[in-house]
Structure formats: C-alpha cells, structure tokens
C-alpha cells in the first residue's frame, strides 16, 4: 500500500512551470512557431527566436512584453549547416543557457513526382530535416552538461502517411519522427527528453488556401472526427506539457494533435 500511494505529494501545478527556462523556438515569428513562442513565455520561459525574415519582429516583441518575458531574435538561414550550428552558441552567448529547443521551421513544395525539381527535393530536406539534426546535435553538447533539457520537434500527419504531390515534405517529416526516437534512446539516460508533435489540419497562413477550396474543405472536414480545424491555441497547452517537467518520463513520442485525424 504504500507502494501504491508513494510520491503522490510531490506533484503540484508547478510542474508545469517554465520559470528561468530559455526556449529557442526555430521560426516562431509566424504560425505555429508563434503560438509555441508565446505559451512558453506564458508559463514563464526567456525567449530566442532564429527567423529567416525580420517579420513581425516588433509585434512579437509586444507579445513577449506583455508576458513579462524577454525575447530576443537572430536573423538566420537554417539551410546553411553552420548558420544553423551557430544559433545555439549564440543563444547560450545571449542568455547563458539552453534549456528548450523547439525544432518548428518548416517548408513544403508541391509537384507531381514527374515534374518535381531537385531543388525542391533539397530544399525542403535541408529545412525541414538536416536543420533539426544540427541544432539538436550542438544543443544536447550543452544539454548534456548542464544535466536536463527538452528537445521537441514539429513532425506532421505526413509523418505517418504519404501525402500526393510532396514526396520531399513526406520523407522530412518521416525523418522529423525517426529521429526523435533515435535521440531520445541515445539521450533518455541523460534527463534529456526529446519528443515531437504531429499538428493536424491548423488554421494558418499555410491552410488558408486549402480552407477557401470549398470541395477540399469539405473532404478534410469529414474526416476529422472533431468536426473542425485545429486552432493554434490548440497546440499551445502540448507544447508547454513538452518543454516542461511534467513530460520528464515522456521520450521519444510523436503526439497527434489532430482532433482525431489518424483514427479515423
């Protein structure tokens, strides 16, 4: 009986706190990686955002402030291996630590597979796959000696299905969840937890396209047992479980945010 009952005090709601934590979120000025930004601030992380573009900096900045958290940006091409080694140093050198990494950039190219361009091939792998590769390796050098961090990467439903017309988009995103569990058996034993969310069908920039196609919308509708599009609010609570010690005993697991998608 005691067994049974051991260890229940020490949980509280502050297991979930994310105080004097530092989160590097990759592209999280718009989208997803923004919604990610702003939970971890909310739950009380520093923030360090690497973006391709210099967009919605001062915004994003407000947001951040009104969390009573700092921010800071670093202008970078995650497609350049050392650019992308580089962001970890100079978050460490701007904060002195590293205790999140969120793998969230992104990109996709669609082309039937007769007409698809090696460029295309390259480019979504380089962003979407060898980026996460190179800043999970030169975060979890420091990780390891720091003794703790939480490395979470963005997969997707093509991470578990094949997808028309994306073949590089589909190979990135079955790499995203392979390597997960590849880091995660190599560094569990390290109180390092690497982990990955797969969104379902989210209301972006991205979909907006999708979305005012009154037949697709219709089809994906109909398949998402939850009857609408995910909002990014809806991935916000999974990424601060993630990145916080409440997920300590969770590795290398892709978690479906997707109102059902993949059972149906």
């Keep these: 009986m005691d067994e049974i009952f051991s260890g229940l005090d020490k949980f509280n709601m502050e297991i979930f706190s994310l105080k004097d934590n530092v989160a590097i979120i990759t592209g999280g000025n718009k989208g997803l990686g923004l919604a990610y930004a702003v939970a971890l601030a909310k739950a009380g992380a520093d923030i360090f955002l690497p973006c391709h573009s210099k967009k919605n900096w001062e915004e994003i900045k407000a947001l951040i402030k009104k969390e009573n958290r700092r921010v800071e940006f670093m202008q970078v091409d995650l497609c350049n291996k050392d650019m992308a080694k580089g962001v970890i140093n100079k978050c460490i050198e701007v904060y002195g630590r590293v205790d999140i990494l969120v793998n969230n950039a992104g990109t996709i190219r669609r082309s039937p597979i007769t007409e698809f361009k090696d460029k295309d091939w390259e480019d979504v792998i380089d962003i979407n796959l060898n980026s996460i590769y190179y800043l999970s390796q030169a975060a979890v050098k420091y990780m390891i000696k720091q003794g703790r961090g939480k490395i979470i990467n963005i997969a997707s439903m093509l991470s578990f299905q094949g997808g028309k017309f994306i073949p590089s988009y589909t190979a990135s995103k079955h790499g995203v969840a392979g390597l997960t569990?590849?880091?995660?058996?190599?560094?569990?034993?390290?109180?390092?937890?690497?982990?990955?969310?797969?969104?379902?069908?989210?209301?972006?920039?991205?979909?907006?396209?999708?979305?005012?196609?009154?037949?697709?919308?219709?089809e994906i509708l109909s398949r998402?047992?939850?009857?609408?599009?995910?909002?990014?609010?809806?991935?916000?609570?999974?990424?601060?479980?993630?990145a916080s010690p409440a997920s300590d005993y969770l590795n290398g697991h892709v978690l479906a945010v997707d109102g059902g998608w993949l059972v149906r």
């Design 181 to 218: 569990k590849a880091f995660a058996n190599e560094l569990a034993d390290k109180n390092i937890q690497i982990n990955a969310i797969a969104p379902g069908y989210i209301k972006t920039d991205n979909t907006a396209p999708i979305r005012q196609d009154e037949n697709r919308n219709a």
């Design 224 to 242: 998402i047992p939850a009857g609408r599009w995910g909002e990014t609010s809806d991935l916000m609570g999974t990424i601060v479980f993630l």
